[in-house]
């Protein structure tokens, strides 16, 4: 993608000074500051250092200059991001106007006339380098240099530092995700070596879980357990309370008992009297006992008319045999 488009100052540029950047300048004619730099992992703090030289002035158009990598290899060292990486980085910065590529290591009089520079920004700490004391020396003799503040606790050397102090824990890392031992120039027992470690620490992670996990359930039967325990002594004490209440010295029952007890009591001391209407019982004589009843005859009672010609035969036939009997 092309780099921002310049900025396009119709008015003459005529030099101005601190005082009059403050105050202000026409639309037209912006105030235009140059920062320059490696911007190596680009981060906050390169971020914050443009923040404020953005906001130097009411009108600013600022101009960031990002140094090739030959340059910065030859005079500084080996950088972790390509140049073109690096102009990336810059170009989509909020506060950047135009992004300069390969910008030179030493600021020099046709340069800043070149590019129409006012100001130049930079953290006001002396920046030796190419033989020189402070490169930025020239500059603020010129007075057209305005101090910016470092932020601290971040850098490009504080975060090299950190990842070849974990260098392992990265590698380990990298090596999970898929690089390859040859892409992260491992040599084959390392690689073996971070291989186990990674097996190790997920056996850890396994049993971590698994201990989390037993740690919950037990606190979950401790607390269900409690409750139990405690709706327990609630109902023992209930129950308690009414067996009492039922069955205590002054319980219900005994009053019961006692009641019930003078009753009966007051029943055998005191028998119920005989109504009064009822008739006296008189004593009835003796009866004189009633002559016995003659034997009947059997043979004088009526026999009961045969039902069926049969029946008929049989009982003339058994009458004739009683006669002949009785003779």
């Given at each position: 993608?092309?780099?921002?488009?310049?900025?396009d100052c119709?008015?003459?540029?005529?030099?101005?000074?601190?005082?009059?950047?403050?105050?202000?300048?026409?639309?037209?004619?912006?105030?235009?500051?140059?920062?320059?730099?490696?911007?190596?992992?680009?981060?906050?703090?390169?971020?914050r250092?443009?923040?404020?030289?953005?906001?130097?002035?009411?009108?600013?158009?600022?101009?960031?200059?990002?140094?090739?990598?030959?340059?910065?290899?030859?005079?500084?060292?080996?950088?972790?991001?390509?140049?073109?990486?690096?102009?990336?980085?810059?170009?989509?910065?909020?506060?950047?106007?135009?992004?300069?590529?390969?910008?030179?290591?030493?600021?020099?009089?046709?340069?800043?006339?070149?590019?129409?520079?006012?100001?130049?920004?930079?953290?006001?700490?002396?920046?030796?380098?190419?033989?020189?004391?402070?490169?930025?020396?020239?500059?603020?003799?010129?007075?057209?240099?305005?101090?910016?503040?470092?932020?601290?606790?971040?850098?490009?050397s504080?975060?090299?530092?950190?990842?070849?102090?974990?260098?392992?824990?990265?590698?380990?890392?990298?090596?999970?995700?898929?690089?390859?031992?040859?892409?992260?120039?491992?040599?084959?027992?390392?690689?073996?070596?971070?291989?186990?470690?990674?097996?190790?620490?997920?056996?850890?992670?396994?049993?971590?879980?698994?201990e989390?996990?037993?740690?919950?359930?037990?606190?979950?039967?401790?607390?269900k357990?409690?409750?139990?325990i405690?709706?327990?002594?609630?109902?023992?004490?209930?129950?308690?309370?009414?067996?009492?209440?039922?069955?205590?010295?002054?319980?219900?029952?005994?009053?019961?008992?006692?009641?019930?007890?003078?009753?009966?009591?007051?029943?055998?001391?005191?028998?119920?009297?005989?109504?009064?209407?009822?008739?006296?019982r008189?004593?009835?004589?003796?009866?004189?006992?009633?002559?016995?009843?003659?034997?009947?005859?059997?043979?004088?009672?009526?026999?009961?008319?045969?039902?069926?010609?049969?029946?008929?035969?049989?009982?003339?036939?058994?009458?004739?045999?009683?006669?002949?009997?009785?003779?």
């Amino acid at each position: 993608m092309p780099d921002r488009l310049l900025c396009d100052c119709r008015a003459p540029h005529e030099k101005l000074t601190i005082a009059q950047a403050c105050k202000g300048t026409p639309v037209d004619r912006p105030v235009r500051v140059y920062a320059d730099g490696i911007f190596d992992l680009f981060h906050s703090g390169h971020a914050r250092a443009l923040m404020q030289a953005k906001n130097l002035f009411p009108n600013t158009y600022l101009i960031v200059g990002v140094c090739s990598d030959e340059l910065t290899h030859k005079y500084k060292g080996f950088t972790v991001m390509t140049e073109h990486e690096r102009y990336e980085a810059l170009r989509h910065c909020r506060y950047v106007d135009e992004v300069l590529r390969d910008a030179p290591w030493t600021l020099t009089p046709e340069f800043l006339e070149k590019h129409k520079i006012d100001f130049v920004a930079h953290d006001d700490i002396p920046y030796s380098s190419a033989g020189s004391e402070d490169v930025y020396k020239h500059i603020k003799e010129a007075g057209m240099f305005v101090p910016t503040q470092r932020t601290e606790g971040i850098s490009t050397s504080d975060l090299i530092t950190r990842i070849v102090r974990d260098y392992d824990v990265y590698a380990r890392r990298n090596l999970q995700r898929g690089y390859t031992a040859k892409e992260l120039n491992v040599s084959y027992i390392n690689e073996k070596k971070y291989r186990l470690q990674n097996q190790v620490d997920r056996m850890k992670e396994k049993v971590r879980t698994v201990e989390e996990k037993s740690k919950h359930f037990v606190y979950r039967v401790e607390e269900k357990s409690h409750d139990l325990i405690q709706k327990w002594e609630e109902k023992s004490r209930e129950f308690i309370g009414n067996f009492l209440e039922l069955f205590g010295p002054d319980g219900t029952w005994k009053q019961v008992f006692q009641e019930r007890s003078g009753r009966m009591l007051s029943y055998a001391l005191s028998p119920r009297e005989s109504p009064s209407n009822s008739p006296p019982r008189e004593l009835s004589p003796l009866r004189s006992p009633s002559p016995p009843s003659p034997p009947a005859r059997w043979h004088n009672a009526r026999p009961s008319p045969p039902t069926s010609p049969k029946g008929a035969s049989a009982s003339i036939s058994s009458m004739s045999e009683g006669d002949e009997d009785e003779k």
